[in-house]
């Protein structure tokens, strides 16, 4: 079972600076994708920024680039979102989510993709 934790949300004034971090934990074979995602009430999901473990290629919502950057550390399975230069419109419940593989009961390899719990940020003016 594979386990997503978050940490880092809270309150920023405009202009300020958070970072987010989401660590994995538990048993799995491997992890292929890491990304974070964010929903505003009664909207959709969207990606904000995501990384491929082994090509480390990385893509962002065109509304972050320049201000959010997406980073890795492989070996404690962690991805962190730095986020500066923060808006209002940045105010939104952030999510982890974590994709790979693990092994099954019978030692089969599953797909995973895990999301952490969320964390609220809030942009105040």
């Known amino acids: 079972q594979v386990h997503v934790m978050e940490s880092g949300g809270g309150f920023v004034q405009a202009g300020g600076s958070l970072r987010l971090s989401c660590a994995a934990s538990g048993s799995f074979v491997n992890i292929i994708y890491m990304g974070w995602y964010r929903q505003a009430p009664g909207q959709e999901q969207e990606l904000v920024a995501g990384?491929?473990?082994?090509?480390?290629?990385?893509n962002y919502a065109d509304s972050v680039k320049g201000r959010f950057t997406i980073s890795m550390d492989n070996a404690k399975n962690t991805v962190y979102l730095q986020m500066n230069s923060l808006k209002n419109e940045d105010t939104e419940v952030y999510y982890c989510k974590i994709s790979g593989y693990s092994r099954d009961s019978a030692g089969a390899m599953e797909r995973i993709d895990n999301w952490g719990q969320g964390y609220t940020v809030t942009v105040s003016s």
């Open positions: 990384k491929f473990t082994r090509t480390s290629a990385t």
